[in-house]
């Protein structure tokens, strides 16, 4: 059989426990089959992160930028039990915060739908993606208590040594606490140029929500900065395409989405995007069936599962037990990264395969197959729980 060639290779960054074990076997049972797969591979497994001083991490989304789509496995953020279980050099850095930060992008979050597994708000029909800021605010603060009789007061010094004073409180009534965050025109003027540019890629309309009502000069500025590059840059594309941005107040975006059919993308500042992805990943019904990409404001993304390594599942497969973790966030991962290169380098078999592939994930788990987590949540009447293995070659037999 003729497999579909490639271009330009993908970045490949492998990574850690049952992801990587699947991410093996997705190559092996459903890709490497019908493409000749083209990948500029890296390895971000802790060992490698660790004999690399983590500089492997750093070159896989230097290579992310250079030639724009990147597919990734989860990979172990080290932690103190990390550092003993790996004999690690260092409690190395999260390899996503690492990549979002050479990146400078947004990531984006989408449930994928099934028939049998409902979400939890009845008039949801498509899926919402979440766009979350990932700068500053509240992630980035500055924080103190107050003794009685203390005072606060903000204080702006500008390029010349002026200072401009504000007070915040006088605590002379009782003790407390106050807080200072910033964020910075630059970033915010990213954040909206990706959800832009996404909302034109996946032709969606964008919602953009935050509190200018309350915060007049903050949260304001938000607003502002959207607005005006939306003018600028934007609203021509969107108008073409017929999708619309609007933005509103955060309490009647959240009232909104509940009341919606979905299919549209939803920006939120980096603390409500924190809360309502949680939201969103579970009244979609499961954190194994959500996608992630982030993608930076030069236009290039990297696809992913939402999910971490599965490590409970990964030391039962070490022992030899049988395990049945779901794999469709990892392949939609891979298909959303074949999609992409195959819609930048004009390959309209590669795009079909990814298609094809989807199709097929949902196909399985519709018509009954389906790992033990969707079994626990699905409402279908004839239904079978496979394991991990025999989930993907049941959908290499669909994809057949
Ligand atoms: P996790 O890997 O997401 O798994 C937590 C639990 O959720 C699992 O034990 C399992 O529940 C269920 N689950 C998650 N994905 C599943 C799947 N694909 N199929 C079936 N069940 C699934 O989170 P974690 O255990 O907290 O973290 C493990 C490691 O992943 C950590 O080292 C963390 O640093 C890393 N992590 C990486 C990323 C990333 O790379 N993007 C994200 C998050 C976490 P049951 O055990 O009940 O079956
Ligand atoms: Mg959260």
Known sequence: MDRIQMKTPLVEMDGDEMTRVIWQWIKDVL???????????????????????DRVTVESAEAALRLGVAVKCATITPNAARVKEYGLKEMWKSPNGTIRAIMDGTVFR????VKGIE??????????????????????????????????????????????????????????????????????ESFARCAFRY?????????????????????????????????????EAFEKLGIEYFYTLIDDAVARVVRS??????????????VMSDMLATAYGSLAMMTSVLVSPTGAYEYEAAHGTVQRHYYKYLNG????????????????????????????????????????????????????????????????????????????????
């Open 261 to 274: 059919e979905g299919g549209f993308i939803w920006a939120c500042k980096n603390y409500d995007g924190d």
């Open 321 to 400: 037990e049988e395990t049945s973790t779901n794999s469709v966030a990892t392949i939609y991962a891979w298909t959303g990264a074949l999609r992409k290169r195959g819609e930048l380098d004009g390959l309209p078999d590669l795009i079909a395969f990814a298609d094809r592939l989807e199709d097929a994930c949902v196909k399985t788990i519709e018509e009954g197959t389906m790992t033990g987590d969707l079994y626990l949540l699905s409402k279908l009447p004839a239904k079978k729980k496979v394991n991990t293995r025999e989930f993907l070659e049941a959908v290499a037999e669909k994809l057949a």
């Open 110 to 113: 989408a449930p994928i739908l």
């Open 119 to 188: 979400p939890y708000i009845p008039t949801w029909k498509k899926p919402i993606t979440i766009a979350r800021h990932a700068y500053g605010d509240v992630y980035k603060n500055t924080e103190s208590t107050v003794p009685k009789g203390g005072r606060a007061e903000l204080v702006v010094t500008d390029a010349e040594g002026n200072e401009t004073r504000q007070l915040i409180h006088d605590f002379s009534a009782s003790p407390g606490i106050v807080q200072g965050i910033h964020n910075l025109d630059s970033s915010i």
């Open 31 to 53: 890709i490497l089959p019908h493409v000749e797969l083209k990948t500029e591979y890296y390895d971000l497994g802790l060992k490698n992160r660790n004999e690399t001083d």
């Open 199 to 235: 909302a034109i890629d996946t032709k969606q309309n964008l919602w953009f929500a935050a509190k200018d009502t309350i915060s007049k000069t903050y949260d304001h500025h938000f607003k502002d900065v959207w607005a005006d590059l939306y003018e600028r840059e934007y609203r």
